[in-house]
């Protein structure tokens, strides 16, 4: 008397809607993330290959591990950054975080 009969509902036909639906938010969080950091890295990365890529013999710059200098020398993958009067090191181009001010071109 208080027992129904139970019967078993139809399921829904397979559809990809469900699916796409349900990959949406991955999607949006993926163009998110690419907005937001690696966009902007790379164009980091463009700004800092070529302000390398410009520098030349005369120019105040600061390295990665802070050191501040003038380049006195330019080869194709290092400096010679003069740190104080007499005293030269040899740097790696890549290490070179800021350049602060530019020097006059260099007449040949």
Known sequence: MFIS???AQGAPAAGGG?????LLP???IFAIMYFLIIRPQ???MK???EMVARLRRGDEVVTAG???GKVTKV???ELRVEVA???RVRVVRGTISQVRTKGEPVRE
């Open 26 to 28: 991955f999607i949006a």
């Open 47 to 49: 700004e800092h290959r």
């Open 85 to 87: 009067e007499g005293v």
């Open 18 to 22: 469900d699916f796409l639906i349900s």
């Open 42 to 44: 790379q164009r980091r």
């Open 66 to 68: 802070g050191i501040i």
């Open 75 to 77: 080869d194709d993958d």
């Open 5 to 7: 009969t139970a019967y």
